[in-house]
């Protein structure tokens, strides 16, 4: 982990960047970037310790956070469905953090891996073709080709302002702040049925917010300029009616899944460059899962069994 360093953490309420500001802010002094239109959300990361700044990246003023943080950590993202306001916030937000932080040590520009195009099952390299992933998907139509930008700005970044970074392709995080299981898990309470894709083996590399926190260290340690790409998932590819299959137990649901061409289709990751640059995750998915559930609905009684 971190410790004594001034961090800033831009997305600071979202899905990941929560628990990320929330594990930082424990042992460094961490400045949480977010539009903060929820107050208990602020008042809960003042009360873990970090000092909380309102600004909306598309258009707001990024000059009251520090020009010299030792890191930049960027987990923010705009998925309104707005083109001009999602390509704003998500690529030219990403340009002003750095300009503003420009002389921090190492920037972490969180990515996707929504950014490939798709191919089956094929375990994508950074090197692959990119592409509208979330095209056929009504759900997240600006996610992409907002994120193939914001990538774009943070290269060009990098390099103008000589700031060490880190592209990192996130795949399917999850955990107690929820995540794309965490839905299944609501889908299958409520007894409604699991699209999957009739094309693919509907492969992904779901990975815990412990492991998240756990790698930042060593991913800002492989910033560089030009700035490194490194996807980031979990070591094992797992199927989604794998998963809601290991859900539905625990809970004593039996999943339904429809098949359609309106959803995404796999996206499976060769992590060979992020063994050799941060190592290997440290949480199977199934105990994963099963801490997930217990969290978020500790009323049920989940059935017992092997967790990993």
């Not at 889908?187 to 926190?213: K, R, Y």
């Not at 899962?289 to 967790?307: K, N, W, Y």
């Amino acid at each position: 982990m971190l410790t004594g360093k001034r961090i800033v953490v831009a997305g600071a309420t979202g899905q990941v960047g929560l628990p990320v500001a929330r594990a930082l802010a424990q042992d460094n002094e961490v400045w949480a970037v977010a539009r903060f239109n929820d107050a208990a959300a602020r008042e809960s990361l003042e009360a873990d310790g970090a000092t909380c700044v309102a600004i909306d990246l598309v258009d707001g003023d990024v000059s009251t956070l520090p020009g010299d943080p030792d890191y930049l950590l960027n987990f923010s993202v705009m998925r309104t469905g707005d083109w001009g306001r999602d390509l704003d916030g998500n690529a030219g937000g990403s340009s002003r953090l750095m300009e503003q932080c420009r002389d921090a040590q190492a920037c972490l520009h969180c990515s996707s891996t929504a950014v490939y195009q798709p191919n089956g099952d094929h375990a994508f390299a950074e090197d692959d073709p990119l592409g509208d992933n979330h095209r056929v998907w009504s759900f997240l139509p600006t996610y992409s080709i907002s994120k193939i930008a914001a990538e774009a700005m943070a290269r060009e970044c990098a390099r103008r302002l000589q700031l060490p970074t880190t592209i990192a392709r996130l795949n399917v995080p999850y955990g107690d702040n929820g995540g794309w299981p965490a839905m299944h898990v609501e889908m299958l309470l409520g007894g409604a049925a699991i699209p999957i894709h009739d094309g693919s083996g509907n492969l992904f590399n779901p990975i815990h917010e412990d492991d998240v926190v756990a790698m930042l260290e060593p991913l800002l340690a492989a910033a560089s300029v030009p700035a490194t790409v490194v996807n980031w998932g979990g070591d094992d590819a797992v199927g989604i009616e794998e998963w809601c299959g290991y859900l539905g137990g625990l809970i004593g649901v039996e999943p339904q899944f429809v098949k359609t061409d309106q959803t995404i289709s796999s996206v499976n990751i060769d992590l060979t460059r992020m063994h050799e640059l941060v190592g290997h995750t440290a949480v199977p998915w199934r105990d994963g899962f099963r801490r997930m559930v217990v969290t978020r609905h500790p009323e049920l009684t989940l059935a017992a069994g092997a967790s990993s």
